[in-house]
């Protein structure tokens, strides 16, 4: 009986490494939430700060420049700070925005405050599954950092519903709700309670192990690892990380270029696949839908009310998706995942190019679609969020935060998440420009033809993560 219970003691404390791992997917709700409650608000933006096309434009676009600069320098300071304590920054950052986006009274303001935002979601994007990644076995490693990405779509599609219920029960987004302030302004206050429990459950959980092996604090690493996977792979999993990191120096940007052979000072490769996963999920518009879904569908011909609907039902389709690649990422791999989703998403979006391709324009000037060609809009978005979802979404976080070796990790994940956030800006700006310019036909067709490029990109250029310790991964 003993040894029964000695071997229980010194098996991975499973419910502790859940219960840690689900405390940082709160960032990830956050990063979801932040992102999508600017869906319901653009109307309300346009009208409170009087803007023109390109000024809204910004002001969606905005709290991106700060996730660019969040990510970038989270990376940098996790190696410096901890992976704890970035969490920490990021959700009082989180609390202020929330705040002042929602009492701002210019766009200037605003954008003030949307950039902190920025700071707090870049922050978290990268740092809550670099956190997962260097908490969890390797046997469950994607699956919980999948939880991440349901995490992200729940505050997306959270938001939605918030959205959706502050703009019905005012009347419309620009109307007052409660005590004399705009429904839209409580859009964004909404977000106040999930970040404050995010900032106090985090005070609940350790640093991760594997930075304070870094930052030379092994008696703390090794009551840490104790806790999560037992006395007697403590020794073995010190050696390990001791191990895959320089003896002589603390993690550096330099780390990123190859020390030895022919290729001395040149970036290495595994930079480059990590810049080409981040840029390549943002370049195939996913956040178009997300940032301006209710905008998109207005433009079509569906009412305010309709529009926030369909942003609902594309919350869910996209949650359904990661629950079906949670039960496959540890079995089937990333690359797989990846590869079908590409395709995937190069036949849908086709399909919602040349939907809208087929539209006409009214005696207004708006774009009408058919009831044939709005079914095949509807259905075509949705699978094309349900294949995103279901690969990209997930599998390319899971996989920066695994698969750079614990020496590089933060420094990769500042390179490829700053690369990340600046796609997604460049999407988001340019957005609606194109719509004015060349419609929603040739924005979709942009699409496209990125998701294609994705397709060769994952055949050539990607590596199986899948079941390798993150000691094992190669630089």
């Not at 409170?48 to 096309?53: C, I, K, L, P, R």
Request: proline share 3%.
């Amino acid at each position: 009986m003993q040894g029964v219970a000695q071997g229980r003691q010194d098996a991975p404390s499973l419910p502790f490494i859940i219960l840690i791992c689900g405390v940082a997917t709160i960032g990830g709700f956050l990063f979801g939430f932040d992102s999508g409650v600017i869906n319901g608000t653009v109307t309300g933006l346009q009208q409170a700060f009087n803007s023109d096309t390109a000024g809204t434009g910004f002001n969606v676009a905005s709290m991106l420049l700060g996730c660019a600069v969040g990510a970038f320098f989270a990376g940098r300071l996790a190696d410096r700070w901890g992976r704890k304590t970035l969490l920490l920054i990021s959700a009082v950052f989180f609390v202020v925005s929330a705040w002042g986006s929602g009492i701002a009274a210019s766009s200037p303001e605003f954008v003030f405050y949307r950039i902190l935002g920025g700071l707090a979601v870049g922050a978290a994007s990268v740092m809550s599954p670099a956190y997962i990644s260097e908490i969890a076995p390797a046997a469950i490693r994607g699956r919980l950092i999948t939880i991440n990405q349901i995490a992200i779509i729940s505050g997306l599609f959270t938001a939605f519903v918030s959205n959706y219920w502050l703009a019905n029960t005012a009347g419309s987004a620009i109307n007052e709700w409660w005590m004399g302030y705009n429904a839209w302004r409580w859009m964004f206050w909404i977000e106040i309670a999930p970040a404050t429990l995010f900032f106090l459950a985090l005070l609940l959980i350790p640093e991760s192990p594997r930075y304070l092996v870094l930052s030379k604090q092994t008696s703390r690493a090794t009551e840490v690892l104790r806790k999560l996977y037992g006395e007697d792979a403590v020794a073995g999993k010190l050696e390990s990380i001791r191990q895959s990191v320089a003896s002589d120096h603390r993690p550096r940007m330099s780390d990123l270029l190859e020390a030895t052979g022919e290729k001395v000072g040149k970036i290495r490769k595994i930079v480059w696949v990590g810049i080409g996963l981040a840029v390549f999920q943002q370049l195939v518009g996913i956040n178009v839908v997300f940032y301006y879904g209710a905008v998109l569908w207005q433009a079509v011909g569906f009412s305010e009310s309709d529009a926030l609907m369909i942003n609902i039902i594309s919350g869910g389709v996209s949650i359904a998706a990661c629950l079906i690649t949670m039960a496959l990422i540890d079995k089937i791999g990333r690359k797989p995942l990846l590869l079908v989703g590409s395709i995937g998403m190069a036949a849908t979006l086709g399909l919602v190019a040349f939907a809208f391709a087929n539209s006409t324009v009214d005696a207004n000037g708006s774009l009408q679609l058919s009831q044939n060609m709005g079914l095949l809009a509807l259905i075509a978005a949705n699978a094309y969020v349900f294949f995103f979802n279901g690969s990209w979404g997930p599998a390319m976080w899971t996989m920066l935060g695994e698969m750079f070796p614990n020496q590089m990790r933060g420094s990769g994940l500042a390179v490829s998440g700053l690369a990340q956030w600046v796609a997604n800006f460049a999407i988001t700006m340019t957005f609606p420009i194109m719509l004015v310019g060349i419609g929603l036909a040739g924005a979709y067709g942009i699409y496209t033809l990125f998701a294609l490029l994705s397709v060769a990109f994952v055949l050539y250029m990607v590596h199986e993560t899948k079941g390798l310790e993150l000691e094992q991964m190669k630089g």
